[in-house]
């Protein structure tokens, strides 16, 4: 069974970056999957940020790609996601999902960050 697990602080002050991780278990990250962060804001529906295929390759959202970077550690099956100069409007809970044949199949809890001074 395949589980995500996303982790990373609550909290980030603006201008700060955000960094969030995901954890995979019961799968190789480096399997032919390919593994997004998806978000949504409070009223607001799910907003794709981007991806990382298994190969190492990227893509992100045009409205969030000059502040987001999303990475692999294969050594821990993990993804990460950095978003730069954060404000308010970031505030969002934060999924990763892994996607297969552009299907997300198995997704993690989410975790709420809050943008705030």
């Known amino acids: 069974q395949v589980q995500l697990q996303e982790s990373g602080p609550g909290l980030v002050k603006p201008s700060q970056t955000l960094s969030l991780s995901c954890t995979v278990s019961?799968?190789?990250?480096?399997?032919?999957?390919?593994w997004s962060w998806i978000r949504q804001s409070p009223g607001k529906g799910l907003e794709w940020i981007g991806y990382?295929?298994?190969?190492?390759?990227?893509s992100y959202s045009p409205s969030l790609k000059s502040r987001t970077s999303i990475s692999r550690a294969t050594s821990g099956n993990q993804c990460s996601l950095q978003l730069s100069s954060v404000t308010p409007e970031d505030t969002a809970v934060y999924y990763c999902?892994?996607?297969?044949?552009?299907?997300?199949?198995?997704w993690g809890q989410g975790t709420q960050v809050t943008v705030s001074s």
């Open positions: 019961g799968g190789s990250i480096t399997t032919n999957y390919c």
């Open positions: 990382i295929y298994y190969d190492g390759s990227s």
């Open positions: 999902a892994r996607f297969h044949f552009g299907a997300a199949d198995y």
